[in-house]
């Protein structure tokens, strides 16, 4: 600020303050769900032999990319799972187009399964509640859309998708 009608020039170092605002901004919390959509199904018709073969080549990349950038995975049934991370993290996976979609399904369509990744991940609260609440309803509306995206909600924002590339396919059943 400069003094009126004086030639005197206050300077505050802000540095500090900048640096704490980023890096709160960085750490805020994001909750993910992560499910393999028709997993279920497809281990309902499958052998013992062939499902270890699925989960080697689908549910370990999965844990493996949230490894990879930094995240927190527990698995809650054998096709979902929990992810904790934080905005920055976020961040990095967004400007990677969330590639492990495209990953499981290109991995999927080897082995000759009809299974894919939905995503969902919300932001932008600290209220753990509202953050469950909205991760489990983005991810009932993601697959309710087709499966194979990701959907994603901050607090006071609308809902954003990613992917969908896939085309809808029907569950496995026996008569198929």
């Given at each position: 600020t400069?003094?009126?009608?004086?030639?005197?020039?206050?300077?505050?170092?802000?540095?500090?303050?900048?640096n704490i605002s980023r890096r709160f901004k960085e750490d805020g919390?994001?909750?993910?769900?992560?499910?393999?959509?028709?997993?279920?199904?497809?281990?309902?018709?499958?052998?013992?032999?062939?499902?270890a073969q699925i989960n080697t080549g689908l549910r370990q990349p999965v844990i493996d990319w949230a490894k990879r950038y930094g995240m927190l995975i527990r698995r809650l049934r054998s096709d979902?799972?929990?992810?904790?991370l934080n905005e920055r993290?976020?961040?990095m996976i967004k400007k990677d187009k969330f590639s492990i979609l495209s990953q499981?399904?290109?991995s999927a369509e080897a082995m000759d399964v009809s299974i894919t990744l939905s995503m969902s991940f919300a932001h932008g609260s600290d209220d753990f509640q509202e953050l469950d609440m909205m991760v489990n309803d983005l991810l009932?509306?993601?697959?309710?859309?087709?499966?194979?995206?990701?959907?994603i909600k901050t607090s006071k924002e609308n809902v954003t998708f990613f992917g969908g590339n896939s085309e809808s396919?029907?569950?496995r059943s026996k008569v198929r």
């Open positions: 400069k003094k009126d009608q004086g030639r005197v020039l206050f300077v505050k170092d802000i540095t500090r303050f900048a919390l994001v909750l993910g769900l992560l499910q393999l959509d028709n997993y279920m199904e497809v281990q309902q018709y499958e052998d013992e032999g062939r499902m979902r799972f929990l992810v904790v993290i976020f961040e499981i399904r290109h009932e509306l993601a697959q309710s859309r087709g499966g194979d995206q990701v959907a396919k029907e569950k």
